[in-house]
Structure formats: structure tokens, C-alpha cells
């Protein structure tokens, strides 16, 4: 039998060994790193949200209420905060009820594992969040899984798998390690013709994308189309958590169904309270001039990479892949540029294939377009030192 060791020791060989970084301090477009300042381009605080004042203010007031919840949802666990927080996020998404979860791999798996069982069906697109993936194998329903972002494939498996049980069309709205988008208009409409729940993952969507910052429904129009949106509050929002936000049936069976919620400690009120304050600042003209701001820096950055000729894998989003290829080159790439001060994570298996390894630049409303322009110039300069471009 393999020992961990060795296992470690081949991964190590492998460049595949993964190991933690410590920042030190907020997050913001800068941070120190091993006692160096570094431009930080690999984290989800797109809008700037998780060291923002009014998000400081409120999860000190948040402190006022206790340190902890004390219970689960279902016990004691359900505070205030817990009930005002959903009855924003409802608002927010246009839906008449949400539920919160503890975080984004505790809703997809509550989520998805309570809607659906064995004879049921669940249809999947093959570049899911790993979290969809544990859902729909903890649910023990039929997972179809169709190509990426492939609707003709979808429907031929809707046609193929009639079945009697539910079905569930499940996706990310915003790919996390692509920055491309799920093809929510033709998905809600064969939902509808083949009978089926569309449930859509908009974690790097919330706040961010859309003309109010609803997300990846309302950038596409089709915000009543879905039946179920997930998405978190630990990204654009600046603070933790996630939630559900659907029907008052679907919420409420949640409630009696989902075991991730069911059986967790629910969430402090010191970071309910950040979550309700992010809600309306994306609501407010700064979250709009924070969207714009995004907007600009990402088209500045995608611009120069292009210009350098680098392949973004076709990105429609701040995040930006850089494709590189091999395990090692990416890892490499990774270490060079952090030498010339730009932190930037290389995803390698099994996060994303063998052989599609990539840097996965994130953009943030905070940069500095400035830095963005030098960042990716350096980028630049380290690909073709290595071969990449």
C-alpha cells in the first residue's frame, strides 16, 4: 500500500504538490507576502468589498449580537440577522424567499442532494464547480454530464432520459477557472420544454455582473427563468457564506431536506451583518462605479495580454485564465512572477485537466489600472523567457 508520504513525495515530483501562502493583513489590490508587497491578482474580492469601511462597520455591529450562534438553523441557531439577511438576499434576487448556507460547497451539496435522489436525474455541465460534482454524487440520482457549454448535447440527453423521477439542469453561471459564461437564455427554455429545475451556481456573478449586480441572470435576462439561484457571499460581496434563493416551496422543502444546513452551527452574527451592508453597497451608486471600474480594468488587462498574444480561453469575465499547458511550466511561470512582485496562482489537476493548466488572473475594481497595465507587461515578458508565447 502506498504510504501518504509517497503519495506526497509524487505529487511533489509530479508538480502537482499544493501548499498554502500566508498574506499578511487585509485583502487589497496589495498585499505583503513573505514580507514583500505584492500586486495580488488571484483573488475572488472582485469589487474591493472585504476590507471596505461600511463591511468593517457592520461586522463590528454584527459583534453586538454574540460571537457565535450557538446552535444549528433548526435549533436555536436562527438569530435576527439570520432572518433579515435572507429577506435582503430575496429581494435582491427577486425571489419570494432565500436561504443561507454556512458556504458555496455547503449549498450546492445541501442543495442538490436534497432536490433530487435516486431515480431522479440530473444534468451537468462537464466544468462544474467540484461542490455541483459531490452534490450530485451524494444525491445518488443519474448524472448526465453533458460538454462544456454544449446545448445541442444537453438536449440530447433530456430526449434520450426521459425517466419519471425530477430532473435538474445544475450549472455554473460564471465558470470559475474559464471566466466564461453558462448559456442561460437556451437553458431556460429547455428546461421549461423537457420538464425540468434549472438551478445556477452564480458565485463569481453576485454583485458583480449584471446592470444592478444580480448577477448572470439578469446579464442575460432571464433572472424569472431560474429556478433555483446559488450563489456566495464570500467573493464579490466581500463577506461569507451562501445562499438559495428560490420559491417559498423549494426554500421551505430546503429547510426540512438539505443536511448541510440541517446539521451546522449556523452562521456568526459577525459576519451576517457585512453581508446585509455588501448587499446595499452593491445597490448603491459606489456598487455601480465599482462595476464600471471593473469593467474598464478587465478590458485594459485582457487588451494587453492579447496584444502579447497570450490565449485568455476565451474569458468573458475578471477572471482571466492565461493558458500554459504543462503542470510544471505553469508552476514555474507562477514563481516568476511572484519573484517580480504579482501574485498569481497556477491551477493545475485536478482542478482543471492535464495538459490545460493555466495562470488564473482575477481582476478587482481596487487595481490600479496602472498596475494592471505593468502586471501585464511582465506577464508578458516571463511568457516568452519560457516559452509560453
Do not use: W
Not at 505529487?11 to 501562502?21: A, D, V
Not at 466564461?180 to 458583480?208: C, E, S
Not at 434563493?245 to 429547510?255: F, K
Amino acid at each position: 500500500m502506498q504510504t501518504f508520504a509517497e503519495e506526497l513525495d509524487q505529487l511533489r515530483s509530479e508538480g502537482l504538490y499544493r501548499s498554502m501562502r500566508v498574506l499578511k493583513g487585509a485583502q487589497g489590490s496589495h498585499v505583503e507576502l513573505d514580507g514583500k508587497k505584492v500586486l495580488l491578482l488571484c483573488s475572488n474580492n472582485y469589487l474591493g468589498l472585504a476590507d471596505h469601511p461600511a463591511l468593517r462597520r457592520a461586522a463590528v455591529f454584527g459583534v453586538a449580537f454574540g460571537t457565535g450562534s450557538g446552535a444549528s438553523r433548526l435549533v436555536s441557531g436562527t438569530m435576527e440577522l439570520h432572518a433579515e439577511l435572507e429577506e435582503r438576499i430575496a429581494r435582491f434576487k427577486g425571489t419570494e424567499k432565500a436561504l443561507v448556507f454556512n458556504s458555496g460547497y455547503a449549498a450546492n451539496t445541501g442543495i442538490i442532494s436534497a432536490l433530487v435522489g435516486r431515480g431522479d436525474a440530473i444534468f451537468s455541465d462537464k466544468l462544474n464547480h467540484a461542490s455541483i460534482v459531490d452534490g450530485a454524487l451524494l444525491s445518488r440520482a443519474n448524472c448526465h454530464r453533458y460538454p462544456h457549454r454544449d446545448m445541442a448535447a444537453l438536449e440530447r440527453l433530456l430526449q434520450d432520459k426521459p425517466g419519471t423521477g425530477r430532473r435538474l439542469i445544475v450549472t455554473d453561471g460564471v465558470f470559475s477557472m474559464d471566466g466564461d459564461i453558462a448559456p442561460l437564455r437556451r437553458m431556460v427554455q429547455l428546461a421549461r420544454q423537457y420538464d425540468a429545475l434549472l438551478m445556477v451556481d452564480d458565485a463569481h456573478g453576485t454583485g458583480v455582473l449584471g446592470a444592478t449586480g444580480r448577477g448572470t441572470a439578469e446579464l442575460l435576462g432571464v433572472m424569472d427563468g431560474v429556478d433555483i439561484h446559488m450563489g456566495t457571499l464570500g467573493k464579490g460581496l466581500g463577506s461569507f457564506g451562501a445562499y438559495a434563493a428560490a420559491s417559498q416551496t423549494i426554500c421551505d422543502y430546503l429547510v426540512n431536506k438539505a443536511r448541510s444546513f440541517i446539521f451546522s452551527t449556523s452562521l456568526p452574527p459577525a459576519v451576517l451583518a457585512p453581508s446585509i451592508a455588501a448587499l446595499d453597497l452593491v445597490d448603491s451608486r459606489e456598487g455601480k462605479e465599482l462595476r464600471d471600474r471593473l469593467s474598464a480594468n478587465v478590458a485594459l488587462f485582457k487588451e494587453r495580454l492579447a496584444a502579447a498574444g497570450f490565449d485568455t480561453m476565451g474569458s468573458e469575465t475578471q477572471i482571466v485564465p492565461v493558458f500554459v499547458g504543462p503542470a510544471e511550466a505553469t508552476m514555474q511561470f507562477s514563481k516568476e512572477l511572484l519573484d517580480q512582485g504579482i501574485f498569481v496562482q497556477g491551477i493545475r489537476p485536478p482542478t482543471v485537466p492535464a495538459g490545460s493548466c493555466r495562470l488564473r488572473c482575477t481582476i478587482m475594481a481596487t487595481h490600479d489600472p496602472a498596475d494592471l497595465e505593468a502586471s501585464a507587461d511582465t506577464i508578458a515578458r516571463v511568457g516568452k523567457k519560457l516559452g509560453v508565447v
